[in-house]
């Protein structure tokens, strides 16, 4: 199945919707007591979505999604887990080595934004923002030093990710949090993608357009560590609770390491995708 958090007028706060045939439908209108976010289904178990998944949506208000609104495919996630030089290409063009273990970083809250909206930053504090198209893990089970063989069970489903980054600031700070986690820098959505509809999270197209430009172009199978590697290692050292955001890395591309260097500028629009989830659009604006 596909969820999506969307913004519909007479509600304060964003709600999940099912994607079904092009149409959004609100979760909560499918019984008494359906979730009204992501994380709430989550939380019910395979017992909650199955009655999502069978619920009669035939009577109910259909929203075409070309019409409607996108919040962040997650809302209050209780970690963003982001990995870094996760491929290969990625790393060797901006100069980093990949170590022996995986470079794991947080993303802030305030980061996250939703399909179709507008990224604004300070001029004064980056000219040099770049776009990194990922495959984002959301795990649905606790996850405690869970070996690779398992690691995929734990997994409640997939979002694409945009890890926005300031270039400047990440190459003159030790720690890569800050530059990453600007306010609306870490788009997510438009869609998650149920677990049991990705057969294999390392044969995925992934790919980003800038202003109508193909700048990356790879397959998830090129992953230095995959999916479920990743997943071990993270749950090793604390339990990976349901809703957690795991951030997979950026393929090769990058607008930092092209010659010229290409970056997002006022009013780019850059389009991040993965084939079978989706594709995540960001408006670009500068603040002065």
């Known amino acids: 199945m596909r969820f999506a958090h969307i913004l519909r007028s007479g509600f304060a706060e964003p709600r999940l919707a099912v994607i079904d ?11 008494a007591g359906a979730p009204r976010y992501l994380e709430e289904l989550i939380a019910g178990g395979d017992e909650l979505l199955d009655r999502v998944r069978t619920a009669d949506r035939s009577a109910l208000p259909r929203h075409p999604v070309t019409d409607i609104r996108f919040a962040s495919a997650v809302l209050a996630p209780p970690v963003i887990l982001a990995i870094g030089l996760n491929y290969a290409a990625h790393s060797s063009e901006l100069g980093l080595k990949t170590d022996s273990t995986p470079t794991v970083f947080v993303l802030w809250p305030n980061s996250l934004s939703g399909h179709d909206s507008t990224t604004a930053w300070p001029r004064t504090l980056s000219e040099s923002i770049d776009y990194e198209a990922e495959l984002g893990v959301i ?13 995929l069970a734990h997994v409640w489903g997939y979002t694409v990710v945009n890890d926005i980054t300031a270039r400047d600031i990440q190459y003159s700070e030790a720690q890569w949090s800050r530059c990453k986690s600007f306010d609306g820098f870490t788009p997510t959505g438009p869609y998650v993608v149920t677990a049991d509809e990705v057969a294999d999270p390392q044969d995925l197209h ?58 997002l500028r006022d009013r780019s629009t850059v389009t991040v995708g993965i084939d079978g989830i989706g594709e995540l659009t960001t408006h670009c604006r500068n603040l002065d």
Request: no cysteine; aromatic share 4%; net charge negative.
């Open 21 to 31: 045939e092009g149409d959004a439908i609100v979760v909560e209108d499918l019984f």
């Open 139 to 151: 795990i649905g089970t606790p996850a405690k030093d869970v070996a690779p063989a398992d690691a």
């Open 206 to 263: 992934i790919w980003t357009v800038l202003d109508g430009h193909t700048l990356q172009d790879a397959s998830t199978g090129q992953m230095v560590r995959p999916v479920a590697t990743l997943i071990s290692h993270l749950s090793k050292s604390a339990t990976l609770l349901p809703g957690t955001l795991i951030s997979t890395g950026s393929p090769g591309g990058a607008g930092y390491s092209r010659d010229p260097q290409v970056f």
